[in-house]
Structure formats: C-alpha cells, structure tokens
C-alpha cells in the first residue's frame, strides 16, 4: 500500500456523517467507517479498504432513505408489489447509487482527500452474483424504475454464495468456477436477524378431527431476510431487495454425535441449508439436482410469501373491515417466469391450514393476487416438475394443485363445452406418460393468475395465438402485452458519459434520464455536422475504453478505428452465435483469397462475442471453443489480422456490458424468428448509438419500427414461416448455399485446429433427428445474413450516413425505458399508485 494513501487516511478526521453531503463531511465519514466499522487492519487503506469504507459511507444515505420509506409505507399502508424472481443481476452499486442519489460529484471529490479516484474505487467492487442473463437484468432494472417511480414494491430472491459460475477461457474452452462475490462480504446488505420464517421440506399431511389438513415432520430450516436498499432516481423513495439465506439452528447441531466422531452427521441439516443458496440453477440431471432445484424455488416462494402476509396481518387490525379478502387490495404479487409458480398452492396452504380459511375465499384471495410473467415459448423452459419429486418434498402442495386442477376441468366442461377436446393440453397435471407424470407449471400459473403477460407485442401474439391459444378462449380478456425495457440510469447516463453529456447539452436538459421520450428531440439534429462531430468524438472515446478493457482481459490488441462488432448474451443455440462465427469463418477464408489491392477497399472489423454456456450444455460450450480457436489463428494471421479480429470476451456480465454496450458500433441480434420473447440487451446497445443486425424477433420488431427500418439491417426468416420452412427441411427440400458449405468445410479441415467439431456441425446437416436438421434455421439464414453484412460494410465507409443512422437509434430508444414499462404494470395489471416520501 503507498503509504501517501495511508497518510492522507490518518489527516482526514472521522466524523460520523450519515448524511453528509458535503465533499468534506463525507470524507469524514469515510473515514469513521474505516476506523469504526472496521473490517481490516487498521493501517491498512489501499483501494479495496477504500472501497469498502465509501462503500458503508453511502449505505447511510441508502438506509435514511430505506428507513423513511419503509415508515411511510407503514403509515399509509398502500397497495404493495412484491416481485419474486429467481434471478437479479444487479451489477456494481457505488456508481449507480452515488449517481441516483444526485451526490456523484461530492463523492468523487471526497474520496480524492485519500489519493483515489471514484472510478478506480468502482472498479473495486465485485458483481453481485445473483443473476445470469435477461431475466434476472430485467428484474434489476425493474427494481430501479419502481423506485425512481415512488412505486410501493419489493424484489424476493435468493442469496447465492456461489452464484451461477465465473467464467475461465482454458486451451480447453470454458471453465466454470464458483464466484467469489461474498468471500469478504458485501458492504450493501442489511441482514434482518429479526425477520425469520420457518420453512418446511418432506415430511407428510395429517387430517385433522374438524377434517382440515395439516403438514407436519420433515425437515424446518430458516429463512433469513438480508436487504438491499434500491435507491430511486432523484426521489426520496428507496426500495428493497429481499434475499432469502437459508439457515439451520443450533438446536439442529447434534452435539452428541460430533462427540462420537460422527462429524457429518451431526451437521446435516446445516450441510442441506448451505446447499440451497450456494448455487443459481444447480445441475438437474440428476435426482438430488431436481430435488434442490425445487426446494430454492419453494424456499423463495414460502418465506416471501410469510413476510407478506406478516407485514398485511401487522395492520389488518387497523383496517376497517381487517377481513382477509381486502389482501388482493393490498398486495399483488408477481411471479417472473415459472420458477416462483409454487407462490400459488404455498398461499392457499398458508390460507387454509395456517389462517384457517375455506377453499373458496382462499382461491378467490389467490387468484386476485398472483399474476404470471412468460419470459419463453421454448419446451425446455416451460418448466415441468415430476408428481413423484412434487409429492415428496411437498406432499400438501400436491394435494392442492390435484385440487385445482380438478376444478380447473370441471370448470371447463359445466362452462366451456366447446374446449372439453383441449383439456387434456390444458390441465395441470399430465399423465400421460405412466411413467413420469408431471406438473405443467406455466399451465398452474396461467390457470392460476387473474393476469398473464408477454415481454413483447411479437411475444404475446404468439402466446395469444399459439402456446395459450386455449385458455384465451376461456379468459379472452386475462392475457396482457409489457413490452420489456432498460433503465437509462444505469445503461446510458452513468455507464456512457461522454454520450450523456452530449445528449443533455444537445436536448438541453437531462430530464431525459426520467423521460426517455425526450430523446426523440435528437431527430431534428440528425444532419448536424457539428453534432456528428461531437458524436463520434464520444463512441470513439468509448472504442478506446473497450480496446483497453480487451487487451486487459483477453491480452489481443483491436484497433479503436475498425468496426466493433458485438454479440454478447447467454450462449445458446437459438440466439445464434454459431451464425455468427460461421460468417466470421466465411469473411476470413474470403480475405485469404483477396489479393492486397482487394484487401485494400474492405471495412476493417472487430468481431466481439462473449456470454456464457450453461456447465452441461455441450453444444453451447463448443460453440464457445469454436470463437476461441477461430480468434486464435485470425487474429495471428499477418495477412489478415488489420482486416478482421475475432474475440471472445470472458466472464461476461454487468460490469463487462457497461464497458462493451457503449463502445459497440454494430449489435448482433439474430435469433431465429419467434423463439426471442423480447431480448433487453438490443434496447442497451440501441440506446447507446449502437446500429443493430437482426431478425424479426422479439423487441427487434419494435425496435426497428422507432429507430426506422433504414438505421437496421434487417434479414431472415418471419416467425409464421418458421414451421414451414422446418417442415421443407424434413421433406428433403432445403438446398444450402455454397457460401455455407465453404464455411463449414474450412472448420473441417482443420484450419482452426484438431477439436473434433463434427457433433457441432453435425447439428447442422440432415433433415431430420434429435440433434440434427439444423432447427435453429442456421443454414436457411446464412446468405441473408451474408448479405446483411455486406450492407453494413458499404454503410460503414459513409462515415456520415453512418453515424447518423448512430444518431437515430439513440433518438428512437425512447420507448424501451423501464420507467415506462413498469408504469404499465403498476396501472393495467398491480393496481398500485405512486407514494412518494415528502
């Protein structure tokens, strides 16, 4: 540690200031946290005990601030949404929460009192590893626009140890390995050691003699509250995030056999508690994996739902009527996606056999409460737990979904005669199968839910019109469009400053940042050359950033003056980055056939992909070997290395997106048509200038529709020709291109190296087959892929046109706010109002 650092410490005096916002004042209190909130020695202050210190200095705003709100919700006891997701990704929060909190300049100037810049004590700060991709990025930036919208509204998760893994780039391709965000500990949360609630596994129901039920035996853990104070955007209003820990006490330690040597078994219980939150998304191929895999989703729903119906029964006596059919009118819970589906048969339980209701006042308070977010049209997502595995870790929950979809059927033939033919693709339970009967959960939620929602106008058609065509015949009026959004705090303001500054001194103003329509007013300076100037100046600054970043991370050096070409989102083969590589492979075997003058007239080019490959997804984690090996001869090819890069970027996630998003110039999104139910990270790149290539898919639609179908490179196939053009493949009918095979055939000689990439490629070839027949529609789109590319080269060289088109996405981006998003939410299906702290 520079031991100027150390004297600069000891000079500033410490002063407890929680509210301090004076660049002074705050240095005191940094400095008081570091002496008396220590977690180091005590000469020590390089940069990570900086940031702790600052860190704890700013939570002391944060809690102010969670503390009056949380007081001004109890006082005026508003309808209240409590969101469960299995997934936050969150990110770093100094530089968001200094920035929501108006007090980023003092803060940077205090911190200089010790020899740091704040940028460098950011840098510090670890991800939260509670998330992986669009789902749980979205429920962040959820989290953020119900704060800076005053909206009463919780987030429920899970606090993760490990989180889902962090990513290594081997010889050998991806490693995983756990994260290690809470090996120190994280200077945000806030654990409630005063908000426990018991939950339940196994175990079996016993009826009672007034015939009600009860869940008895089994084992009992407990569910520890840590909160994560989510400061709203220039308001008074701070939010929380709830994570849930999962604890055994000391009356399950068995003392008696740790005595007698028998170390594990006097520890089981806390070995099973610590297993529940280490890991987001366990393996599940095995039977223990399944099992653990539905406890976390029943562990976030049981204590979620406890802490709910605690704080409802703290005013129910101040209420009027304090009757339970007023909570629909105090509380809406929102299920994102199916993992948190158990919410529904746990809140019956919770009404019947804890709260002594009947099975009808208990379904009406259920169904008035819970609503259902789709975030997938893919078979694998929509999850499907065995009766067997249900029956036994939750064997009263069992009885009760029977019991719904008992009347579920019934309802149907008395009301709905006509449907009586589609019930079996509509029940609950499917047994089908003798062998492995299951529970269909996005079934349990839609029957479940008085509203279930699409992420995308494209998204929601297809479930109106495909996936719960059915129920739409039974519920025309149940089914909603939320078209996704990103929160421009975070996505333009703090991580592009140098375009922010720009766009606030062009609009003049930066309310922008809270109504994003506003960028709209950029159109008209669209042909500015002074504005274009300025304009380029900002990407390019940001190329510059992102240049350093990768040769920090990956050790290759890109040229700031080529096209940055960005794809980055969790590996999978629907999201196409196998496309991707294969027109990367094409271009390079093409520029090895152009002589030095031909070479001459191309568009220079940096390909960038990053995203990770779940741990048992093979295909996924050999697509991920295949961008390596390409980056690895192309970019150590003399005769082509100024012409074309290709990158794999490591361990992505928020932190990497926010160096990645603004220094790209072309965004890659092309998935195959209708299998994206909205895609958040096209909307970043968007906002921040970025021209996309894509499909029709998702967000994409809406998308080129505001930012204009001239500033997209817009090819292949519609989503109502997909199934057709699957069908064509089956009957023999699908002729590839030749630039197709070329591509394929250089990977098969092994220009990239000895991998056997056959399994692969294979996935590619024949007709028909599991594994094979190219599904994904790879080959059918190759060409107009090709052709689109070629397109963004010839655009590229019109550095006008170019960046006017830049211009024109961030001028378009104004829909996909979150802001606006959850606006729609809080009016068309929560039913909340703003309640600003005074």
């Known amino acids: 540690m520079p031991e100027s650092k150390c004297g600069a410490a000891e000079k500033v005096k410490p002063a407890a200031s929680p509210a301090a916002e004076k660049p002074a004042d705050i240095a005191g209190n940094i400095s008081y946290h570091a002496q008396y909130s220590p977690h180091f020695s005590p000469l020590a202050f390089g940069p990570e005990e900086a940031f702790y210190a600052t860190a704890e200095s700013v939570r002391d705003h944060l809690i102010e601030r969670w503390n009056d709100t949380y007081l001004h919700f109890h006082k005026t006891d508003p309808k209240q949404t409590y969101y469960l997701s299995m997934e936050y990704l969150q990110g770093r929060a100094l530089t968001n929460a200094v920035g929501n909190l108006g007090i980023t300049g003092a803060y940077a100037e205090a911190v200089k009192k010790f020899g740091y810049e704040l940028e460098a004590l950011a840098g510090q700060e670890k991800d939260a590893a509670l998330g992986n991709g669009g789902l749980g990025r979205l429920a962040s930036c959820f989290l953020d626009s119900m704060a800076t919208l005053n909206l009463p509204a919780w987030g429920y998760g899970l606090r993760y140890r490990y989180g889902l893994f962090k990513q290594h780039i081997a010889k050998e391709g991806q490693e995983e390995f756990a994260e290690d965000w809470l090996d120190k500990f994280s200077p945000w949360e806030i654990p409630r050691h005063d908000v426990v609630f018991p939950v339940r596994f196994f175990g079996h129901v016993e009826i009672l003699p007034d015939g009600s039920r009860k869940w008895v035996g089994g084992e009992v853990l407990k569910a520890l509250a840590y909160d994560v104070p989510i400061p709203g955007y220039k308001t008074k209003n701070a939010i929380s995030l709830r994570l849930w820990e999962a604890k055994a006490t000391a009356e399950d330690f068995n003392l008696f056999q740790f005595n007698d040597g028998q170390y594990e078994s006097a520890a089981q219980l806390h070995a099973r508690a610590q297993q529940i939150c280490a890991v987001l998304y366990p393996g599940d191929a095995t039977e223990e994996g399944k099992l653990l895999r539905l406890k976390q989703q029943f ?111 019934e309802m149907v033939i008395s009301k709905h005669k006509e449907m009586e033919g589609k019930i079996d693709s509509m029940k609950v339970l499917d047994s089908s199968n003798p062998q492995k009967p299951v529970v269909r959960m996005a079934n349990l939620c839609v029957v479940s839910s008085h509203t279930v929602n699409g992420v995308a106008e494209l998204h929601s058609n297809i479930l109106k019109q495909e996936l719960f065509a059915d129920y739409v015949s039974v519920w025309p009026n149940k089914f909603q469009n939320k078209t996704n959004g990103i929160t421009p705090r975070r996505w333009l303001k703090f991580c592009n400053p140098e375009l922010s500054e720009l766009v606030t001194k062009w609009l003049k103003t930066d309310q922008w940042t809270s109504n994003l329509d506003l960028l709209t007013g950029l159109r008209k300076f669209a042909d500015d050359e002074k504005l274009h100037a300025e304009w380029a100046a900002a990407k390019l600054a940001c190329k510059k950033r992102l240049a350093k970043h990768v040769l920090d991370v990956t050790g290759v050096t890109i040229d700031p003056t080529s096209l940055f070409d960005i794809q980055i989102k969790r590996i999978h083969e629907y999201k196409r980055q196998l496309l991707n590589i294969l027109g990367a492979v094409y271009r390079y075997k093409k520029l090895k056939e152009m002589s030095a003058e031909e070479k001459q007239k191309v568009t220079p080019r940096t390909v960038m992909l990053g995203g990770k490959a779940f741990a048992t997804y093979t295909n996924a984690k050999r697509i991920v070997k295949l961008v390596n090996d390409v980056g690895a001869v192309v970019n150590n090819d003399p005769e082509v290395n100024k012409y074309l890069k290709v990158v794999f970027i490591p361990n992505y996630n928020v932190s990497v997106a926010e160096v990645l998003i603004p220094g790209s110039e072309l965004s890659q999104h092309i998935s195959t048509a209708g299998m994206e139910a909205s895609g958040t990270s096209n909307m970043k790149f968007s906002l921040n200038g970025c021209v996309i290539i894509g499909t029709l898919d998702g967000a994409n639609v809406e998308i080129r529709e505001e930012v204009g179908e001239d500033n997209f490179f817009l090819f292949g196939a519609k989503a109502d020709q997909v199934a057709g053009l699957r069908k064509d493949r089956e009957n023999g009918l699908f002729k590839p291109d030749p630039r197709f095979e070329e591509a394929k055939q250089l990977i098969r000689s092994g220009a990239f190296g000895s991998y056997n990439y056959e399994p692969l490629l294979d996935s590619l070839e024949g007709n028909s087959g599991f594994g094979r027949g190219d599904y994904f529609l790879v080959g059918y789109d190759f060409p107009g892929y090709i052709d689109a590319q070629d397109r963004v080269d010839a655009a590229y060289k019109d550095k006008k046109k170019w960046i006017k088109m830049s211009i024109l996405n961030t001028a378009g981006s104004g829909k996909f706010s979150s802001d606006r998003t959850i606006d729609q939410y809080a009016k068309e299906i929560w039913d909340i109002k703003p309640s600003p702290v005074a």
């Open 299 to 409: 562990f976030l729903c049981s204590a979620s739902l406890q802490d709910m119906i605690a704080r409802f029964k703290e005013r129910k006596a101040d209420r009027v009527s304090g009757k339970w059919s007023e909570f629909p009118t105090k509380v809406a819970v929102q299920m994102n996606d199916t993992h948190p589906t158990l919410a529904i048969p746990e809140l019956m339980r919770l009404l019947m056999d804890e709260e002594g209701l009947g099975w009808d006042e208990a379904w009406d308070i259920t169904y008035r409460t819970v609503s259902y977010t789709n975030h997938t049209v893919l078979p694998e997502a929509l999850e499907k737990w065995s009766q067997i595995v249900m029956r036994k870790l939750l064997p009263r929950h069992m009885e009760i979904i029977e019991e719904i979809d008992k009347r579920f059927r």
